[in-house]
């Protein structure tokens, strides 16, 4: 996600994240998107158009290539007695199905979440958080088991395809990817069959002027 995040621990929830979400929601002035990673409720400005730019970009090869991609769902990970354990909102997602009966009445019963066993890969952009993308969202997503984790971390112009998701407890925060494929930030990102291979030169790249624009009557 993008920018510097507000972040509040919560210790011990009495009542379902969902709620604290909404009631974030409710509080703040300006729209959000709050999630909830590790037992804290993180709320991120909202991103800026490089961020998204970049994270369209990744979108548009996932879809040229034939794969079911999306953005900005929402996803519910829950503890093995069904409650909430984690809420997602991925920069971008490809998709192991077209959402079925079963993930509707799922997504009205939690209120805005997906179950997030519907992802195939997940995708994030880094801006001035990395460090929720490469440590707290990384765990979260393997504790999650969803197989490819990739990683556009502008920070340290790098880009990531982690895979093998491991669980080695009970524990969520102990959760990691066993490996991991890495090339600096404008080169080629190796993904596993059937993923293409992720061309991140877009991030090196000013972004372009729209032709529209450069039209209009001054």
Known sequence: MSAEPIMEPVMKPKQDPIDLLIAFEAASEAPIRPEYVEGTVIVPPQPNHKHNHGAFELAFQFRSAGH???????????????????????????????????????????????????????????????ETDTGPKL?????????????????????????????PSDDPTEAFYDSEVKVSLGGQLRLPDPYPTLDTAIFLQPVRSSPVAKNLPT
């Open 68 to 130: 079911l991609v999306g953005m900005g769902n929402g996803y519910r990970a829950a503890h093995k007695d069904g409650t909430t354990r984690s809420l997602l909102i991925p920069d971008l997602y490809v998709l192991r199905r077209e959402p079925t009966e079963l993930d509707e009445s799922y997504l009205r019963a939690h209120r805005g979440w997906y179950p997030i066993d519907m992802i195939a890969l997940v995708g994030e952009v880094t801006s001035t958080n990395h």
């Open 139 to 167: 765990r979260t997503y393997a504790a999650a088991g969803v197989p490819v984790y990739v990683l556009i971390n502008r920070d340290a112009k790098t880009a990531h395809c982690y895979t093998d998701p491991i669980l």
